[in-house]
């Protein structure tokens, strides 16, 4: 660095920063084209905290502020030149693309390729379209008269629903949803249990199933 020039009123701070600045160690700003090419020319994300940390601990990488990046990925992101999103279950789920963005550097948080974005998006907008259109041909025509039959189809009511059927294995979680629907309908629920072709010890009858009922507040009727 040299001996300060006398008179000279800058801290040995700015000095290094104007320095390694000068030298384009240190960069002021970032072209979100240069974040596209550098890190996801081949993948489909990378993670901002990773990122970010890279640029200090990598030997040779060029170093910026934190801001400086943030402020290069907003703009990279309202482009269009890449998306940011979260990382779940090992996929990118693009929540930003084509608008200003909220960024965290922390978590799952992750900037994703612009064709990964683009395809989702597309989906998402013609998901969208069919939901739109579904609801359009819902929509009656004034001018259709409906028969009698079925007026009187849709007139007819039950005041009792009684079912006794086998539940196949692993159908329980689809069944729940029709329990919850007849629940909804009607204010008594009643359902009976019979299970067999196995066993269960005592213990586990009494520490699990029982226990499991008493805590539910479910009075059970025992045979």
């Known amino acids: 660095m040299g001996i300060p020039t006398y008179g000279e009123d800058k801290s040995i701070d700015l000095e290094v920063y104007e320095k390694l600045r000068s030298n384009g160690q240190i960069l002021e700003k970032i ?13 489909d994300c990378v993670f901002t905290e990773q990122l970010y940390q890279s640029l200090f601990r990598t030997p040779g990488e060029t170093r910026i502020d934190k801001i400086v990046l943030e402020q290069g990925i907003n703009e990279g992101v309202r482009m269009g030149l890449f998306g940011l999103g979260e990382l779940e279950n090992d996929k990118p789920i693009c929540r930003y693309f084509k608008e200003l963005p909220t960024l965290a550097f922390s978590g799952n948080e992750v900037m994703i390729n612009e064709a990964v974005c683009r395809e989702q998006w597309r989906k998402k907008e013609l998901s969208v379209q069919d939901i739109t259109q579904q609801e359009i041909s819902e929509i009656p025509d004034p001018a259709y008269e409906p028969t009698k039959k079925e007026t009187d189809f849709k007139a007819k009511t039950k005041n009792k629903v009684q079912l006794k059927f086998q539940v196949p294995k692993g159908k329980i979680s689809n069944i729940m949803g029709v329990m919850n629907l007849l629940q909804n309908k009607f204010e008594t629920l009643q359902i009976e249990f019979i299970a067999r072709d196995g066993n269960i010890s005592e213990q586990d009858y009494e520490d699990k199933i029982k226990e499991a009922f008493r805590q539910m507040g479910i009075e059970l009727n025992e045979e």
């Not at 596209?36 to 020319?41: F, N, P, Q």
């Open 31 to 43: 072209a979100p084209l240069v974040l596209r090419e550098k890190y996801l020319s081949s993948k």
